[in-house]
C-alpha cells in the first residue's frame, strides 16, 4: 500500500467517524432533555384593590382629573381585576367591600420632593358616601 493509498483510506475512515457520530447524537435525549428555561418576570408592586402582583408591562387602570389645585384619581384596577380578563375579585382597601368589574376606589394624588408621585386612596363609593364604614377615615 502506497502513501496515497494510506491517507485516503485514513480520510475515509475518519469520515465514517464523524458521520456515525452524527447520525447517532440526537437532541431528544430521554436521560438528558434539554429544558429551555423562560425569562424571568420581575415583579412590581401589588395592585391596590386584589393583590395580584403585576410584572413587567402590567399596569393599574386609572382615570387621572385635575380640577384647581387638586389631582383626583380614580383606580379601576389592573389585568386581573378590570376589564374583559379580569376574573379576580377585587375589593376596598379602607372598607373591604367587594366591588363589581367596573367599579372604582377614589383617590388624591400629589407629587413629593423629588418628582415621585404619592396617591393617598380614600376609599370606594360605599365608604366614602358613609355606608359600610369598617374603620374610621
Known sequence: MS???WVF??????AGIVLLYLVLKTDN????????SAPEKKEKMP???CGSRLYRGENVSSKIIKT??????????CPNCYGPTG????KCPICDTILKNEAFITGRMWD?????KHLHILGCETCRHGR???RPL
Open 68 to 77: 384647581d389645585g387638586d389631582t383626583i384619581v380614580h383606580v379601576y384596577g
Open 29 to 36: 435525549d430521554p436521560v438528558h432533555p434539554v429544558v429551555e
Open 112 to 116: 413629593r420632593a423629588g418628582g415621585k
Open 9 to 14: 483510506s485514513g480520510g475515509i475512515f475518519f
Open 132 to 134: 359600610n364604614k369598617k
Open 47 to 49: 395592585c391596590i384593590l
Open 87 to 90: 376574573n379576580v375579585l377585587k
Open 3 to 5: 502513501i496515497t493509498e
